[in-house]
Nanobody
Framework: VQLQASGGGLVQPGGSLRLSCVVS????????MAWYRQAAGKEREAVAA???????AYADSVKGRFTISRDNAKSTLYLQMINLKAEDSAVYFC???????WGQGTLVTVSS
């Protein structure tokens, strides 16, 4: 399986970004998917999850600001992030929770 995240960058506090993750090597439409992040010096944490049926779950720290979604036709997972805060700065990864492998992440830096 390959998980290629993109869309990170430098954004000011209060700004927005949309992350994308293209998944290959698996039948995407039947997969539960999730976004994780790891800030410098901190453990990796789950941010949002999305089942194949469309059910979502979010970490308390991002509820109301982040939205996870998917496009099965494009085998792509998204994370729309609004009202970004400095504490959202991290490397963001997408992952198939049921599997062990991690793809390359994408760096999000929130700073003025």
């Amino acid at each position: 399986v390959q998980l290629q995240a993109s869309g990170g960058g430098l954004v000011q506090p209060g700004g927005s970004l949309r992350l994308s993750c293209v998944v290959s090597g698996r039948p995407f439409s039947i997969l539960g998917m999730a976004w994780y992040r790891q800030a410098a010096g901190k453990e990796r944490e789950a941010v949002a999850a999305l089942t194949s049926e469309g059910e979502t779950a979010y970490a308390d720290s991002v509820k109301g600001r982040f939205t996870i979604s998917r496009d099965n036709a494009k085998s792509t997972l998204y994370l729309q992030m609004i009202n970004l805060k400095a504490e959202d700065s991290a490397v963001y990864f997408c992952k198939i929770p049921a599997e062990d492998s991690w793809g390359q992440g994408t760096l999000v830096t929130v700073s003025s």
